[in-house]
């Protein structure tokens, strides 16, 4: 009996030190991909949202969403007032002129990533609401409202 206690024992610490080595091996992983996706990116983001909602005569919408994985990118860009509705390669195309001219890090302050995406985007001052998340090269993100 006591046997049997033992050999429970260790097959229950076996499973738990191959449970732990597994663990210590997915960060390395994580890394090279993060590597990867910097090392191929022509932004300094991977993940770039902008929703604008403009109040005039009528309700106008500006969105935009690029999203960069190691295997595809989706890219969708809306503008209601300039009859703008993009989606896959066109909108990648659209916002690729509009994203080279960014000059923005993640070290840049709130105000001036605010200032180049509303004079690339021509969002209005007086828009009602404008919304940016930005999924930087190296993992970090930011959200900025006004």
Request: proline share 3%; hydrophobic share 30%; glycine share 2%.
């Amino acid at each position: 009996m006591k046997w049997r206690k033992l050999l429970a024992i260790f097959v229950f610490t076996l499973a738990l030190t191959a449970c732990a080595g597994q663990k210590q091996e997915e960060a390395p992983q994580k890394s090279a991909e993060t590597k990867e996706k910097q090392a191929s990116s022509p932004y300094p983001f991977t993940e770039f949202d902008v929703d604008v909602d403009l109040k005039n005569q009528q309700d106008y919408e500006i969105d935009v969403s690029y999203e960069r994985e190691s295997n595809h990118t989706e890219a969708h860009y809306t503008d209601d007032k300039q009859n703008i509705h993009l989606t896959g390669e066109d909108a990648l195309e659209a916002l690729d002129e509009k994203f080279r001219g960014f000059s923005f890090d993640e070290t840049t302050s709130d105000a001036k990533v605010l200032k180049e995406i509303e004079r690339a985007f021509n969002i209005p001052d007086n828009a009602q609401s404008v919304e940016v998340e930005i999924q930087y090269n190296d993992g970090q993100e930011r959200e900025l409202r006004r």
